[in-house]
């Protein structure tokens, strides 16, 4: 039997009530105005499939498969390109284009004149309805419906997008269910005291307020703006940039709550081994640096400290000359060399080297070992392409295991929340009834839902 397909453009949206216009298979588009989430959901459970354009918020509705086009767009930009070029001098793609020209002009005016209105507190999306005259709203709505169905049809079930529907999906689990970090007013006090506003982000400066607000949002961020994957914090208090001293900024939601950081001990380290197969090792429940550091006392040449061997360990891993680790880590060239051959002998880069030329397309990306799409220029060096595959594998891990905290946390009813992720490392703000919990989310966060992969998890407590 044939999926059924639900197409669906919202176009006004609070917390209580949602606009939206829908099609199914054929070619019949409806008007559902002003009703309540939950009829939406029902809805949606009716089908097998739903399709959306750029509306995030759809995807906390349900458990199903949301196939968001312009997420798939950024992921698969080149072979995308194609087919949207392929397509582009058909009405479809032309009133597509037409209709969303006329949307951000409109919100832009309407922004500037109602800039109190739209926010979080308001609207959950931008609402168009309150923008548009109905006959402009219906062919706006008509516009990206079609060209959703000319998508699902051209693109989407003629190319592998499993990456999309599985690692990636993680991603939307994770930053759909980031909760409210609450003000540290004593340490917010303490610096406005001091006159040491460096130590407080601008924006929860700003937001403070004379001490009156409580909550911070939830940071907004960017899947798309890096290569490898690496998710960048773009709007809000950018907690990936804060000090370690400042982190303080920030406490508990509850009165006895804890906030605790949970790390992925030498992720990229361990992402490397995994992928050529040495689980084992990948998964050793030991420092894997202090696997290394011994590894290297036993060359009998002059040990390394611990900081400038975990520097030597990532920067070889990189690719970087012995000229270059023997000038910067200060150890002779000999030495160096000597450091190479043993960690060479472990890592086998020419293996993973191996397996991003194998599907390395002539039009510029090759994929990291969930198939994701990494995108470089031709020219791009053999060591920033084995940097580009083991970072971007790394991050797919981390939010593996992010991830299954969230459902963790879903499936026991737990009020504790993820606040924010910092590449390698997730905050979680632990109700004070959750936090015996907190050794089976360790482990959990560590065996990610990827087989064979059971990482080392650091956990402190702020």
């Given at each position: 039997m044939a999926q059924k397909t639900l197409y669906l453009y919202p176009y006004f949206m609070t917390k209580h009530v949602i606009s939206f216009a829908f099609s199914n298979d054929n070619n019949k588009i409806k008007h559902v105005d002003k009703c309540s989430i939950s009829k939406l959901q029902e809805l949606i459970e009716r089908y097998d499939r739903v399709i959306t354009v750029d509306f995030h918020k759809l995807f906390s509705l349900s458990n199903k498969l949301i196939y968001n086009i312009s997420d798939i767009k950024s992921l698969y930009k080149v072979p995308f390109t194609k087919v949207h070029e392929k397509y582009k001098k058909r009405k479809i793609v032309s009133k597509f284009i037409k209709a969303n020209i006329r949307t951000n002009v409109k919100l832009a005016s309407f922004k500037q004149s109602n800039k109190e209105l739209?926010?979080?507190?308001?609207?959950?999306?931008?609402?168009?309805?309150?923008?548009?005259?109905?006959?402009?709203?219906?062919?706006?709505?008509?516009?990206?419906?079609?060209?959703?169905?000319?998508?699902?049809n051209k693109f989407i079930k003629r190319n592998n997008i499993s990456y999309y529907t599985g690692i990636f999906q993680n991603y939307m689990k994770v930053y759909d269910n980031l909760g409210k970090a609450a003000v540290n007013k004593l340490f917010v006090m303490a610096a406005l005291q001091k006159n040491n506003t460096d130590s407080v982000p601008k924006q929860i400066l700003?937001?403070?307020?004379?001490?009156?607000?409580?909550?911070?949002p939830q940071p907004v961020y960017n899947l798309f703006s890096s290569k490898?994957?690496?998710?960048?914090?773009?709007?809000?208090?950018?907690?990936?940039?804060?000090?370690?001293?400042?982190?303080?900024?920030?406490?508990?939601?509850?009165?006895?709550?804890?906030?605790?950081?949970?790390?992925?001990?030498?992720?990229?380290?361990?992402?490397?081994?995994?992928?050529?197969?040495?689980?084992?090792?990948a998964n050793t429940t030991e420092d894997i640096y202090d696997y290394f550091i011994n590894l290297m006392k036993k060359t009998n040449v002059t040990p390394l400290g611990r900081p400038k061997a975990k520097k030597f360990i990532i920067m070889m891993l990189f690719g970087a000359a012995p000229t270059t680790l023997s000038k910067l880590i200060k150890i002779n060239l000999s030495d160096t060399n000597t450091f190479i051959k043993a960690l060479e002998e472990e890592f086998k880069t020419d293996v993973i080297y191996k397996m991003i030329l194998k599907p390395?397309?002539?039009?510029?990306?090759?994929?990291?070992?969930?198939?994701?799409?990494?995108?470089?220029?031709?020219?791009?060096?053999?060591?920033?392409?084995?940097?580009?595959?083991?970072?971007?594998?790394?991050?797919?891990?981390?939010?593996?295991?992010?991830?299954?905290?969230?459902?963790?946390?879903?499936?026991?009813?737990?009020?504790?929340?993820?606040?924010?992720?910092?590449?390698?490392?997730?905050?979680?703000?632990?109700?004070?009834?959750?936090?015996?919990?907190?050794?089976?989310?360790?482990?959990?966060?560590?065996?990610?839902?990827?087989?064979?992969?059971?990482?080392?998890?650091?956990i402190k407590e702020q």
């Open positions: 739209i926010n979080d507190s308001h609207f959950q999306i931008a609402p168009l309805q309150l923008m548009m005259p109905k006959h402009i709203l219906d062919e706006v709505s008509e516009a990206n419906i079609k060209y959703m169905k000319l998508i699902d700003n937001a403070t307020n004379q001490l009156k607000v409580n909550l911070i490898t994957g690496r998710p960048y914090i773009v709007s809000g208090v950018n907690y990936q940039q804060l000090p370690v001293t400042h982190a303080n900024v920030v406490k508990s939601r509850w009165n006895t709550g804890k906030i605790y950081e949970f790390d992925f001990n030498g992720c990229e380290i361990r992402s490397a081994l995994y992928a050529i197969g040495n689980y084992k090792l390395m397309r002539k039009d510029g990306y090759f994929y990291n070992l969930f198939n994701r799409p990494i995108y470089v220029d031709k020219e791009t060096r053999k060591e920033t392409l084995i940097q580009n595959f083991i970072q971007s594998t790394a991050i797919d891990i981390c939010h593996s295991g992010y991830a299954a905290f969230v459902n963790y946390a879903q499936q026991h009813k737990l009020l504790s929340k993820a606040i924010y992720t910092k590449h390698d490392a997730i905050r979680i703000d632990f109700h004070p009834d959750e936090l015996h919990h907190i050794d089976e989310i360790t482990r959990i966060i560590g065996k990610t839902d990827i087989e064979n992969i059971n990482f080392k998890i650091n």
